[in-house]
């Protein structure tokens, strides 16, 4: 038996200056599909610095992403947008390969 899973992805950038604080542990990220309200990625970041750090990472998402916004989840369960992050899609809906795993 063997299994076969994929699905189109594009590349979106992650862009920002950090805090500047003196809290060093780390923080998930998570993009969000604001039209679906559904996770379609990730990143994990220091909550602060000690200097000013710009911040610019590649993301893969499904490529039917289409609004999306970077943050965390507050003690609630709600979404809290970061103030000092973007997400930056592809001008035109550029198509990365498919990603798949396959296995017996």
Excluded: C
Aim: proline share 4%; hydrophobic share 50%; net charge positive.
């Amino acid at each position: 038996m063997s299994y076969t899973a994929g699905f189109a992805v594009m590349e979106v950038a992650v862009r920002g200056v950090l805090p500047i604080g003196d809290m060093t542990e780390n923080e998930t990220y998570f993009i969000l599909d604001t039209a679906k309200n559904a996770i379609v990625g990730q990143v994990v970041l220091p909550k602060a610095v000690k200097r000013s750090l710009a911040v610019a990472l590649t993301v893969k998402v499904p490529s039917t992403a289409r609004s999306l916004a970077i943050g965390t989840f507050g003690a609630g369960g709600n979404f809290e947008a970061a103030s000092f992050l973007r997400v930056e899609t592809p001008a035109v809906g550029h198509l990365g390969g498919a990603v798949g795993a396959s296995g017996r």
